[in-house]
Nanobody
Framework: QVQLVESGGGLVQAGGSLRLSCAASGRTFSTYTMGWFRQIPGKEREFVAAIRWSGSNTNYADSVKNRFTISRDNAKKTVYLQMNSLKPEDTGVYYC?????????????????WGQGTQVTVSS
């Protein structure tokens, strides 16, 4: 069992930066692929970024490549999402998720555990 708690969301102007954190509980955090997804009202939850258990591989949605960076600290059981050059279209609720897989996953149904989400609002 893994419990996830996100933090770090807020209101920022376009071009600004935010760093999201996701603190996990559970003994097997280091074996999980971790992902970030986002959702705006009326739309499906969409993949943002994911990182393999070892941190050696990452995957990003095209819309955030070269702006967002996912990282993890297995000793602290925490995964991060550094978001730079934010745009109004990055606005949404950001969710942290864990998948019991050694392969990076990008689809919501492949993830086993979810956090409650943190709101990110980017003003123009």
């Amino acid at each position: 069992q893994v419990q996830l708690v996100e933090s770090g969301g807020g209101l920022v102007q376009a071009g600004g930066s935010l760093r999201l954190s996701c603190a996990a509980s559970g003994r097997t955090f280091s074996t999980y692929t971790m992902g970030w997804f986002r959702q705006i009202p009326g739309k499906e939850r969409e993949f943002v970024a994911a990182i393999r258990w070892s941190g050696s591989n990452t995957n990003y949605a095209d819309s955030v490549k070269n702006r967002f960076t996912i990282s993890r600290d297995n000793a602290k059981k925490t995964v991060y999402l550094q978001m730079n050059s934010l745009k109004p279209e990055d606005t949404g609720v950001y969710y942290c998720a864990a998948a019991s897989s050694i392969i990076i996953r990008t689809i919501t149904r492949e993830y086993d555990y979810w956090g409650q989400g943190t709101q990110v609002t980017v003003s123009s």
